[in-house]
Every structure is written in C-alpha cells, then in structure tokens.
C-alpha cells in the first residue's frame, strides 16, 4: 500500500563508504524481501568482485531509508563521443556481465516501491544522465515505466520470458508434481528415469560445505563448455571474471544454504550439476551443467535432473522454482507461471539520439537481410 502524504528525497552519492553501505543495504533488505539478485550476497559480492568506482542513489523519506541503488558509469566506446551510460547493478562490461543479474531493480521498501523508483529516476536523469544512457537489465516489463513518463525515450535491447513453478500452488490444488504436467511431460520424464536406472541407482548430492561447492563448480566446468562453447560470450566457464565471482559468492554463500549445488547421478555416471539459490524461501535455478555423453536420444538430463529438485524443493517446504529467463522446452514443461523480461536503455529526448537509433534499426535490417522495400 502506497503512503501518499509522505514525501520521499533522493541524493546521489560518488563511491560511498563500501561498509557503511553494506550495512545501510542489509538494513532495507531485511525489511524489503526482495529477490535474491537484490540481496546483499550478491550485490556485495558484485561490488568486491567488479566494481571499482560507483554511484548510490539513496531514497528517504525523513531519517528512513527507503530505496537504494548502485549505478556504474561507461563512457562510449566512439571516438569524439563524451557521452556515458549508467548502468543499474552491472558494469557495462561484457566479461563482467556475463553474470546476469534478474528481476533487476532498485531495493526499495515495498510500502514506498512506486514512489521512491520515480523519484530515483528523476534524481539519476536530472543528476547523472544527461545526454547519456540509464541501463537497466533483466528487469520485469513495465518496471520502469515511471522514467517515460518523466519524459524518458526507452528502446528494448533485449527481451525474453521468465518461467516459474509456484509450487504453492501446487499445494492449494492438492496437485503432485507429476499431477501437474503434461501427458507427453510425464511420459518423457518417466521414460529418462527409468533409461537412468539401468546406469545404477538415481542419487542427488548437495554440497554443504564450501569446499565441496567448489568441488561442484569445476565438475560442471566440462560438462558446461562441452554444451555452450569455449569462445568469448558462450560459457562463463572460460571467462575468468566469471569464475572469480562464483568462487567468491560460493565461499559466501554455501555454508549459510543460499548457494546450492548439487550433483545429480546415475550409479557412478553424472547426470549433471545443477547449480540454484535459496531465498527467502524461493528456488532460484542458476546454471545447468549436464552430461550429454550418454548415447540415448531417451535420456533427458536436465527434465530429469529439475523433476528430482522440484519434489526435493516441494518436501522441503519451499515456495517457488524460479527456472527465470531464458525460453527453453523443459522450463515450459513445469512452470505454471510466466513474465515477460527485458534489458531497456533510457535517455533523453535528443535529436542526435533519434538519428542513431534509426541507423542502428536500419543496420539490423540489412544484417538480417530483412531490409526495407524500395517501393
């Protein structure tokens, strides 16, 4: 429910105090409930591990704290070109953002959410924008839609869907699992399991020291590679910054139960490694590495390996599977929730701006070879 009487004031603030801001942070996330990308496990994570200089924009209203965000600045890689672009929670490095925050967004107190994002985003386009870029991205569709009607320009980057199980859901309808999916669903699913057996018996591993989740990241390195590729942007496997990152967030994370990792396997054969968050009582699934050396058209490691995990998170009390962005058959196969995402840039009304844009829309046209007709 919004307070409408009280006023909310913003400030920016350049390379604020790291500690004073981790405790300002934890403070409006333990009255926030935001999601895990907004926790501070992963933003100070971020912060150590990527960012060197910064910006904190800080919401009040009076002494209180009510919304916090952290902007980094890039300058535009053209020539002659002054202009900079401000990025919410990631860096404007490809190498660097190949973590991939979701469900971006300010930490904001949920009684004071609307107004204090407006008021953060005229505070960053009055103090910080100017000519330049807010980014923002993987946030919800419609998040943002404050900074058009403060007279932002937006353009879509980059979009996709994020799916979800609401396994309470489940629950209220007095649904299993296998209840829930789909006759060809259960069929395929029923079918690995029993093709895994004859490997051995199905066991699930979860790490629960730090040594052991260590021990699972550089498992799933091959497994990962093999799948997506060894080339710049493919696997995070092969990009350093990546690694350092989950080395660090793992140390953070896995003896407290937030970073989970498991090993899923069939007698002595892998099926995968499945790596997933735990917050605040939520399942958020991260990363995949699955075996596909196996020569069965049958065998399904990554249905199987979340058909497993789904009943673990469904015996254990939890809330949610957020399998999260990404449209993928087995995802469509268990949620029973979706949202559209996106990754937008903001600016100013500017002439120069509305120029480059077309260019850009025209060069995508030639390169897609869907390019305009000349009648």
């Keep these: 429910m919004e307070l409408g009487n009280d006023s909310v004031q913003c400030d920016v603030f350049y390379n604020p105090d790291r500690e004073k801001l981790a405790k300002a942070w934890q403070q409006l996330e333990a009255r926030s409930r935001p999601n895990f990308f907004l926790s501070w496990l992963w933003i100070g994570t971020w912060l150590e591990c990527c960012v060197d200089d910064c910006y904190l924009v800080e919401a009040r209203t009076g002494k209180e704290v009510v919304g916090l965000g952290i902007l980094v600045a890039k300058k535009s890689r053209l020539p002659f070109d002054s202009r900079q672009s401000y990025f919410l929670h990631q860096t404007g490095d490809p190498e660097q953002d190949q973590l991939c925050i979701e469900y971006n967004d300010f930490l904001l107190l949920p009684a004071y959410a609307e107004k204090a994002r407006t008021t953060m985003l005229s505070k960053i386009f009055l103090s910080l924008v100017g000519n330049g870029a807010l980014v923002i991205g993987a946030c919800q569709k419609g998040l943002f839609n404050s900074a058009l009607r403060l007279g932002a320009e937006s353009?879509?980057?980059?979009?996709?869907?994020?799916?979800?199980?609401?396994?309470?859901?489940?629950?209220?309808?007095?649904?299993?699992?296998?209840?829930?999916?789909?006759?060809?669903?259960?069929?395929q699913i029923k079918r690995s399991l029993?093709?895994?057996?004859?490997?051995?018996?199905?066991?699930?591993?979860?790490?629960?020291?730090?040594?052991?989740?260590?021990?699972?990241?550089?498992?799933?390195?091959?497994?990962?590679?093999?799948?997506?590729?060894?080339?710049?942007?493919?696997?995070?496997?092969?990009?350093?910054?990546?690694?350092?990152?989950?080395?660090?967030?793992?140390?953070?994370?896995?003896?407290?139960?937030?970073?989970?990792?498991?090993?899923?396997?069939?007698?002595?054969?892998?099926?995968?490694?499945?790596?997933?968050?735990?917050?605040?009582?939520?399942?958020?699934?991260?990363?995949?590495?699955?075996?596909?050396?196996?020569?069965?058209?049958?065998?399904?490691?990554?249905?199987?390996?979340?058909?497993?995990?789904?009943?673990?998170?469904?015996?254990?009390?939890?809330?949610?599977?957020?399998?999260?962005?990404?449209?993928?058959?087995?995802?469509?196969?268990?949620?029973?929730?979706?949202?559209?995402?996106?990754?937008?840039?903001?600016?100013?009304?500017?002439?120069?701006?509305?120029?480059?844009?077309?260019?850009?829309?025209?060069?995508?046209?030639?390169?897609?070879?869907?390019?305009?007709?000349?009648l």
């Design 194 to 374: 029993k093709r895994y057996e004859r490997q051995g018996k199905i066991t699930i591993t979860t790490a629960t020291t730090t040594d052991e989740a260590l021990a699972m990241f550089a498992d799933a390195e091959p497994f990962h590679i093999a799948r997506w590729g060894a080339l710049p942007g493919q696997s995070g496997f092969t990009n350093p910054k990546f690694k350092h990152f989950h080395h660090t967030l793992i140390r953070r994370g896995a003896e407290s139960g937030e970073v989970v990792l498991h090993t899923l396997c069939a007698g002595d054969e892998p099926i995968g490694v499945i790596y997933n968050f735990h917050y605040d009582n939520q399942v958020y699934f991260y990363l995949s590495a699955l075996n596909y050396n196996l020569q069965d058209k049958h065998l399904k490691p990554g249905l199987t390996a979340h058909y497993l995990l789904i009943n673990q998170a469904l015996s254990k009390g939890m809330e949610g599977y957020d399998f999260m962005a990404g449209v993928t058959r087995y995802k469509q196969t268990f949620a029973n929730s979706e949202s559209p995402v996106a990754t937008y840039h903001y600016q100013q009304p500017h002439l120069a701006l509305k120029v480059e844009d077309s260019l850009r829309r025209f060069k995508r046209r030639i390169t897609s070879g869907n390019s305009p007709s000349p």
């Design 155 to 187: 353009r879509c980057v980059w979009d996709s869907v994020a799916y979800k199980l609401d396994l309470n859901r489940l629950r209220a309808d007095d649904m299993s699992l296998e209840q829930s999916l789909s006759r060809s669903g259960r069929y």
